[in-house]
């Protein structure tokens, strides 16, 4: 993301046994004492890392606590990343980043023999102006691929979902016909894209930018012999505070031992270390091949293909938000549920697990490198991070 122009701080290698006691600082934003209280009662029974992440971003399904950054809407995206917790890449380098999408997907679509019905599928759209971008440049400079394009914005925020629709509806200064013409071409899914289903397979185009470094991860510690999973509870609470520790347990799902087994079978992890494990992203990549009859994967996030580099590099899980000192930078616990946490992305295993689900890796990109390519113009905004950002090309029953 955006999300990186923080420096990334490591945190907790080395350990065995962690227990993290980190106050809730009493800065704004922090949680009310009733969200206090219900990551209290819901973490009694401690819970893998992934359900703890899934509740500070997206808590809904516990007991209708509708607290999460994203489910709630409290992020706030800012172009000027002065009032907001984050900016990210298409937002920054507006409307350069959504121009870059338009040109690879007339690629895309020329590859296929300009199909009448082109479905552009953008999962997880922030504030929607990725998706703006690129409506409005397909409609004034690709009117041919305008007409066989339908955009679909999957979001898991209902709050996110009508931000994304005011952003394509207010695009400032077109003319009504134009708006209409847009709005005709978009359609809106509040679901999770995990899980992602259409009546059909499509023929045309998943798009992510910074989804899946956003989705839970299970979080595991190699000891040398084998792998514990990470729990979550809390250590101490009071009304004004609560206090989170974490501690090994079994590993809690038959699909994580298989993932080790598929992934992780032939490399040796450094002697107590950890290893973030994003099953979500398998399982949205294996529901997007199950949907796509013909066509393209865009992964486009923060993360490595090698996964030497990716695990010893470190800094995996960010945090991004308001009122973060630098001590706690990188702390997934600290102000719970009001913070962004993101957790940088293995490519590779998303390359080896699409050639498994019957895609074809057409290749992984530095993203700066990328777009300098494709726009033939550098995005400038953040040069520098972009090289920790991978675009990933997949294809299915397509050549490009
Ligand atoms: C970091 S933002 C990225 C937004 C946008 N793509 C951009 O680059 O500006 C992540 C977005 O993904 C959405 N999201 C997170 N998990 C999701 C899921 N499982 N399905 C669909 N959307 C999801 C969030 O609500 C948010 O809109």
């Keep these: ?36 209280r219900i990551f209290y009662s819901i973490l009694q029974k401690r819970k893998p890392f992934d359900e703890y992440m899934e509740m500070c971003l997206y808590s809904r399904k516990y007991n209708g606590f509708e607290g999460g950054y994203y489910s709630s809407g409290k992020v706030i995206f800012d172009t000027t ?12 380098n507006s409307p350069l980043f959504g121009q870059g999408i338009v040109k690879q997907l007339v690629a895309m679509w020329k590859a296929l023999d300009r199909p009448n019905n082109f479905l552009a599928v953008n999962m997880g759209a922030g504030n929607g102006i990725m998706d703006r971008d690129i409506l409005m440049y397909t409609y004034k400079y690709h009117r041919d691929f305008f007409e066989s394009l339908k955009y679909v914005i999957v979001e898991i925020s209902k709050e996110l979902m009508e931000r994304q629709e005011g952003t394509i ?34 023929t045309g185009c998943f798009i992510s930018n910074e989804l899946l470094d956003n989705l839970p991860v299970k979080k595991l510690f190699w000891d040398g012999e084998k792998y514990h999973e990470i729990y979550v509870s809390p250590k101490q609470y009071a009304e004004s505070s609560i206090f989170f520790c974490e501690t090994k347990g079994r590993l809690s799902s038959s699909k ?28 949205l990549l294996q529901n997007i091949s199950k949907n796509l009859k013909r066509g393209y994967v865009i992964t486009i996030d923060c993360g490595k293909e090698d996964l030497d580099k990716y695990i010893k590099t470190g800094n995996i899980i960010r945090t991004y938000g308001y009122g973060i000192s630098e001590e706690y930078e990188g702390n997934p616990y600290y102000n719970p549920g009001n913070l962004d946490i993101a957790a940088s992305v293995d490519f590779g295993a998303l ?45 299915k029953n397509a050549s490009l």
């Design 351 to 395: 390359m080896l697990y699409g050639e498994a689900f019957g895609l074809k890796n057409i290749g992984c990109y530095q993203q700066n490198e990328y777009f300098d390519k494709i726009l033939l113009t550098p995005l400038n905004k953040w040069k520098r991070n972009s090289k920790y950002y991978r675009v990933l090309i997949q294809s």
């Design 81 to 92: 990343a002065k009032k907001g917790h984050y900016n990210t890449y298409p937002q920054k």
């Design 169 to 202: 509806a207010s695009v400032k200064g077109q003319d009504p016909f134009i708006k209409a013409k847009i709005m005709q071409h978009i359609n809106f899914i509040n679901r999770s894209a995990v899980n992602i289903e259409f009546d059909e397979p499509i």
């Design 256 to 283: 994580l031992k298989d993932y080790l087994k598929f992934r992780m079978d032939k490399y040796k992890m450094p002697q107590d270390s950890y290893l973030y494990v994003n099953l979500n992203a398998i399982d």
């Design 1 to 36: 993301m955006g999300r990186i122009s923080k420096e990334f701080k490591y945190l907790g290698i080395g350990a065995a046994y962690i227990t993290l006691n980190l106050p809730l600082r009493p800065e704004t934003p922090t949680l009310k004492p009733f969200e206090r």
